[in-house]
């Protein structure tokens, strides 16, 4: 009698240490819009927050080694804020014929992005991490996604940009909008990884914690 009481309370105290760890809220270690668009279709509440992190590349870093070590890093920047929390920690480049760009910032440097990328695969290179802050477990991978651009004239660049000024976005252009129709074709499992975010995979992680998603 008492060993099955005493298994019946071992059995509720670890489902209800599950549960506490189901319910851990969630952060979203960026103060990307693209990366909060995507995070919202979970459909499960977050907090956004900057982590502030120094994303120089080290020397002889491959795009692969970098953007795991920025995604963790973000994760781990916000880990004393939020100390009870999944934290969510991603970062992006974009890769081809082996030189990274990343986000252009003015028109002119976007217009020598996408010609470079003109007639070429471009391959993004995703970093994604997701901490327990809590607990310290931490689990990370690097999602790739490769398009292949058409042959595109400096007058249809322009126009692109003109048009939808991805000056902040890795590689000149935003595949959700007017992007798309630069592309001959795409190569990948998680297209949503070309905006920021590999959804796919992040709900994989999410489940590694308890998290039942949908």
């Known amino acids: 009698m008492h ?27 960026s103060s990307s819009v693209y990366r909060q668009e995507l995070l919202q279709r979970i459909q499960i509440p977050f907090t956004a927050a900057s982590p502030n992190i120094d994303e120089t590349a080290h020397e002889d870093e491959t795009p692969i080694q970098l953007v795991q070590r920025l995604a963790v890093a973000k994760a781990r920047a916000l880990q004393t804020q939020f100390p009870e929390h999944f934290i969510i920690g991603s970062d992006q480049v974009a890769v081809c014929t082996g030189q990274i760009f990343g986000k252009p910032g003015t028109v002119e440097a976007a217009v020598k992005q996408l010609q470079h990328c003109s007639g070429r695969a471009v391959t993004f290179y995703t970093g994604l991490a997701l901490l327990n802050s809590a607990t310290d477990e931490l689990h990370a991978l690097t999602e790739p996604y490769t398009v292949y651009f058409r042959d595109l004239n400096e007058a249809q660049i322009r126009r692109y940009i003109e048009k939808e000024q991805p000056l902040n976005c890795a590689g000149s252009f935003k595949s959700e909008g007017l992007g798309i129709t630069l592309f001959r074709r795409m190569k990948g499992d998680d297209p949503n990884s070309l905006i920021g975010l590999p959804l796919i995979r992040l709900v994989e992680l999410l489940e590694r914690f308890g998290v039942e998603i949908p």
């Open 3 to 29: 060993t099955t009481e005493h298994v019946g309370l071992f059995d509720y105290e670890k489902k209800a240490r599950l549960a506490a760890r189901k319910q851990l809220p969630l952060v979203l270690a």
